[in-house]
């Protein structure tokens, strides 16, 4: 369809199945096919795909103005396909955001700006199929205010955190912990992409290498 540039970066834009119009069918958001009395079905590696490739686009769009920190569930948007409206197309998540809420950040600001803990719960949902606020440890603390809710919700992803491995395998508890611990290193603002891909994208690749290596041997 075209490409689009910023900076030194250039995105390629491609078509992708029809989707009906939001008018005629209102898209699902992740929160939404999250919460507990959610009548669709979301399957451990369509959940663990879909953890995938928002990794992989925070990976290419943080720090431009096409990606703002702090991704949420309510900005990941499904539409469904128009042969088929009870299909749910996890594979093709469009993200939402308001260009007044962008905030240009530069590779080599200080590292407190590149700030992935909310990739980090992304991810901890996902790995579960539960919303951080369904969840036990969630409803201990108080909701807060919007900056003590931030608090809040980090001390409770923390400590779900240590249940990822059990859940999910080593190589997505790497990518959480990632999420959460190594991207404050002193030295992330000077090689972010790189360690993100590395300690995140690559991991959470071989999640679904473990997948496609199950089912061959179905």
Request: hydrophobic share 35%; with cysteine; glycine share 6%.
């Amino acid at each position: 369809m075209g490409v689009i540039g910023h900076g030194e970066d250039a995105y390629h834009l491609h078509p992708s199945l029809k989707r009906k119009q939001p008018q005629d069918n209102e898209p699902l958001t992740l929160d939404r096919m999250l919460s507990y009395d959610f009548e669709g079905i979301l399957s451990r590696r369509q959940r663990y795909y879909i953890a995938l490739l928002l990794a992989s686009s925070v990976a290419q769009l943080q720090f431009t103005p096409w990606l703002r920190i702090g991704l949420t569930k309510e900005d990941v948007l499904f539409f469904s396909r128009e042969d088929d409206v009870s299909a749910i197309p996890y594979g093709e998540p469009f993200i939402r955001q308001g260009f007044e809420s962008f905030r240009h950040v530069q590779g080599n600001e200080d590292a407190d700006e590149c700030n992935f803990y909310s990739l980090g719960i992304l991810l901890l949902e996902l790995c579960f199929g539960q919303r951080l606020e369904d969840h036990p440890l969630r409803k201990k603390h108080p909701a807060g205010d919007e900056n003590s809710k931030q608090a809040f919700d980090l001390m409770a992803a923390l400590k779900w955190s240590q249940s990822v491995a059990d859940e999910g395998g080593s190589d997505y508890a790497t990518a959480v912990k990632w999420c959460f611990m190594g991207a404050s290193s002193p030295d992330i603002n000077k090689s972010w992409r790189t360690e993100i891909i590395t300690n995140v994208v690559r991991p959470l690749e071989l999640c679904q290498k473990h997948f496609e290596t199950t089912n061959a041997a179905v």
